[in-house]
Structure formats: structure tokens, C-alpha cells
């Protein structure tokens, strides 16, 4: 089996020591980038599976690179930058961005949303090739081609943006949505007076499909930004309730 291949994108030689030798210790391949145009060529010459993004290069932001690799590519990026306004959380994650880790970090944490998001690029390599209509995560299974869903075997009456709405984080699995992606690909908009009602439709379905909706297993929320939908075992612990 390969081994997964990780672009690190990091200015700071400490940060790049640091990060590069954790992921040696893993038994991950690295390459690495110092700026933004070795960034981008790193990235569509050799194609790694997961691309760990500092925003604040020397040439470029990475805001930009996040834009330009998603113009070619799905491939997950995780940001680990020393920004911390939700603002600028919102904007890479708007931009493509798949994770955001801010500075400073532990190594624990930062290989935990790196399975994360190998995890997703084997789920997506899974369903490409068997090209799925039916999705299964823990005990929740979604029927896409029946429009049907179903809890412990038992099916789930959903309104038609409850499922419209599952469906969107189910397909994005691993994957931080913000509220105006949401908004846009729900009801084709991004006005930030909607959220309320984002969140009262969340909330709603987090009913049916949660086994305790006070501890969502499924749908965790990530204050001020967003959503995910996590694997059944990612959410065992420290997924977070509505807001």
C-alpha cells in the first residue's frame, strides 16, 4: 500500500522542521514549500494527498493558492496559520479550504485532522470507484437514488431541506461547510440574515437523525463558521452541540 503523500506549505523553518519531522515519524512522504509558487508547482507536479497550507507567505496569500489548486483540484488542503479571527476562517474555508488549524498547535491535534482528511480521500477513492448510491456512516444510511434515509434500519421522514441539507454535509464528509457555502447551495444564496434560519433547520434535523441531539455524534458545529458531518468514529469524542 502507499504511503499518503503530504505538501507541506510553510515559510517558518521551525514550523516546517517541526511538521515535516512529525510526519516522518509517522511513516508519512512529505515534500515541502516555502512560498507560494513552489506551492503550486509542488502541488500539480507530483499531486499529494493532502496539502497542509500556512496562509501567510512571503509572495502570495495562501488565500490564493487555496483558489488556485481548487481550479484543478479536490484535493484536501488543512490551513495551519497563526490567524485566528473566525474571518479569516471563513475566508479560506469559503475559498476551498477543507480544515483550519491555527498556531499554535499540538502535533496531537494536527495528526488527528490529517487522518481526517485521508480518511476523506479514501471514502471519495471508494465511492469513485464503485460509484455508490447508497451512503452509510455508523447507523445512519442515506438511499441518494430512493431519497430515502434511515436510522437503525428504521426510515427517517425528513422535510425536503432537512434532506437537501443532509445531503450536502453527507457528501462532504470530513469537510468544514460554512454557513454562506451552505446558504448558496441550499437556497442559492448567501445572505447572512438566512443563518438563523440555517440554524433552526439544523437543529431540526439534528432531531431525527441524532441519538441524543444535546451530544450530536453526527453534525458538529463549528461556532460562528459553520458545519461538519463526521464519521461515526471521529465524533466519539468532542463534537460539539448547536449553537
Given amino acids: ?122 471514502y471519495d477513492n471508494e465511492k469513485q470507484n464503485a460509484e455508490q448510491s447508497v451512503y452509510e456512516n455508523g447507523a445512519l444510511k442515506i438511499d441518494y437514488a430512493a431519497g430515502c434515509v434511515y436510522r437503525d434500519g428504521k426510515e427517517l421522514h425528513l422535510t425536503p431541506i432537512e434532506y437537501r441539507l443532509l445531503c450536502l454535509l453527507s457528501r462532504n464528509t470530513g469537510k468544514v461547510l460554512t454557513h454562506n457555502y451552505i446558504l448558496r447551495e441550499v437556497w442559492g444564496n448567501t445572505l447572512s440574515s438566512d443563518t438563523p434560519s440555517l440554524r433552526v433547520f439544523m437543529a431540526t434535523l439534528r432531531k431525527k437523525i441524532e441519538p441524543v441531539p444535546s451530544e450530536p455524534r453526527y453534525i458538529q458545529t463549528h461556532v460562528g463558521i459553520g458545519y461538519r458531518m463526521l464519521r461515526q468514529q471521529e465524533g466519539e469524542n468532542g463534537a460539539k452541540g448547536e449553537e
Avoid at 79 to 90: N, Y
Avoid at 101 to 110: A, R
Fill in 1 to 122: 500500500m502507499n504511503k499518503p503523500q503530504i505538501l507541506v506549505v510553510e515559510d517558518d523553518m521551525a514550523v516546517s522542521n517541526l511538521i515535516s519531522t512529525t510526519l516522518e515519524t509517522q511513516s508519512y512522504q512529505y515534500h515541502t514549500a516555502k512560498n507560494g509558487s513552489e506551492a503550486i508547482l509542488e502541488a500539480a507536479s507530483y499531486r499529494p494527498d493532502v496539502i497542509l497550507l500556512d496562509l501567510g507567505l512571503p509572495d502570495m496569500d495562501g488565500v490564493d493558492i487555496i483558489r488556485k489548486v481548487r481550479s484543478w483540484s479536490s484535493m484536501p488542503i488543512i490551513v495551519v496559520s497563526a490567524r485566528s479571527e473566525d474571518r479569516d476562517k471563513v475566508e479560506a474555508l469559503d475559498a476551498g479550504a477543507d480544515d483550519y488549524l491555527t498556531k499554535p498547535f499540538s502535533v496531537d491535534e494536527l495528526l488527528a485532522r490529517l487522518r481526517v482528511a485521508l480518511r476523506r480521500v479514501h
